[in-house]
Nanobody, 118 residues
Framework: QVQPVESGGGSVQAGGSLRLSCTAP????????KDWFRQAAGKQREWISS???????RYADSVKGRFTISLDKAKDTVYLQMNDLKPEDTAMYSC????????????WGQGTQVTVSA
C-alpha cells in the first residue's frame, strides 16, 4: 500500500453536503481499520470516524447522525459522506490507513480542505 490520496473537499454553505474519498492501491485488502480525522486551524487533530473491513463503523459525537463512512472494496476507496454541514465542520480532512500483521504500519494522506460558510 502506498500513501492514500484524499479528494472531494470544497466550499459549501451550511446545510450542504460533500463526499470525501480516500483511495490507495490495496487499501481495502487487509483487515485493518480505516479512519477519518480532521484538523481545524489552530486546533488539535480530531478523530471523527472509523470503519473495519467487516463494516463496523464508529463516529465521534460531533458528527454522529450527519456523517457516514463506507468502503468500496472494488475501488479500494473509503468514503465519508457529510450531510448537514456546519461552519464548525470547517477543517482539513485526512484519512489514516494501516497495514501489516498487527496493523502497525500507518499511512496518512495529505488531506482535503472542507470549508463551510454560514
Amino acid at each position: 500500500q502506498v500513501q492514500p490520496v484524499e479528494s472531494g473537499g470544497g466550499s459549501v454553505q451550511a446545510g450542504g453536503s460533500l463526499r470525501l474519498s480516500c483511495t490507495a492501491p490495496g487499501l481495502t485488502s487487509n483487515s485493518c481499520a480505516k479512519d477519518w480525522f480532521r484538523q481545524a486551524a489552530g486546533k488539535q487533530r480530531e478523530w471523527i470516524s472509523s470503519i473495519s473491513t467487516d463494516d463496523k463503523t464508529r463516529y465521534a459525537d460531533s458528527v454522529k447522525g450527519r456523517f457516514t463512512i463506507s468502503l468500496d472494496k472494488a475501488k479500494d476507496t473509503v468514503y465519508l459522506q457529510m450531510n448537514d454541514l456546519k461552519p464548525e465542520d470547517t477543517a482539513m480532512y485526512s484519512c489514516k490507513t494501516r497495514q501489516g500483521t498487527y496493523c502497525d504500519l500507518v499511512y496518512w494522506g495529505q488531506g482535503t480542505q472542507v470549508t463551510v460558510s454560514a
